[in-house]
């Protein structure tokens, strides 16, 4: 039996997962932008109980000196850090600084306006929890 991760099918959902994030970012970026963040599909589930929503869960790494786009989630995000040390934000809010076993929340109505490798030299990754409507993007741009 194919390890589902592998299967064509999570190929086809990773990469629909990666392109609104790189369509997020200007379309000529200047030399000094910082390096895009790694997104690997981990698993999604519909929830039985809450028709029309489901689980996504994303294993997200930055790059030394990595960034997010200013962007949203129109759903409740969950992170939890795994390694590194990363920087978080949403708009009204307070800059996070985050270390591994520490969390981060974002609410659907939150504009993610900082997201962020604290380090210049070291990869940080983290687990993002999505619980968003089936058939919605999971990145979309900020309003």
Same mark, same amino acid.
């Given at each position: 039996?194919?390890?589902?991760? *592998?299967?064509? =099918? @999570? ?6 997962? +990666? %392109?609104?994030?790189?369509? #997020? &970012?200007? $379309?000529? *970026?200047?030399? =000094? @932008? ?6 690997? +599909? %981990?698993?999604?589930?519909? #929830? &039985?109980? $809450?028709p ?68 210049q030299?070291r ?14 993007q ?6």
């Open positions: 039996m194919r390890h589902p991760l *592998r299967s064509r =099918t @999570a190929s086809r959902f990773a990469l629909a997962i +990666a %392109l609104p994030a790189l369509m #997020l &970012a200007p $379309a000529s *970026r200047a030399q =000094t @932008a910082p390096p895009d963040p790694i997104v690997a +599909a %981990l698993f999604t589930q519909a #929830l &039985a109980d $809450a029309g929503k489901e689980v996504l869960m994303l294993k997200v790494t930055y790059p030394p000196g990595g960034a997010d786009p200013v962007h949203r989630h129109d759903a409740h995000g969950f992170i939890y850090v795994l390694d590194g040390e990363i920087v978080m934000g949403v708009r009204g809010g307070q800059e996070v600084h985050l270390k591994p076993g520490e969390t981060f929340y974002e609410g659907p109505h939150d504009v993610h306006t900082v997201g962020r490798n604290a380090s030299t990869p940080a990754s983290f687990v993002v929890m999505l619980i968003k409507q089936q058939g919605v999971p990145v979309l741009p900020a309003q």
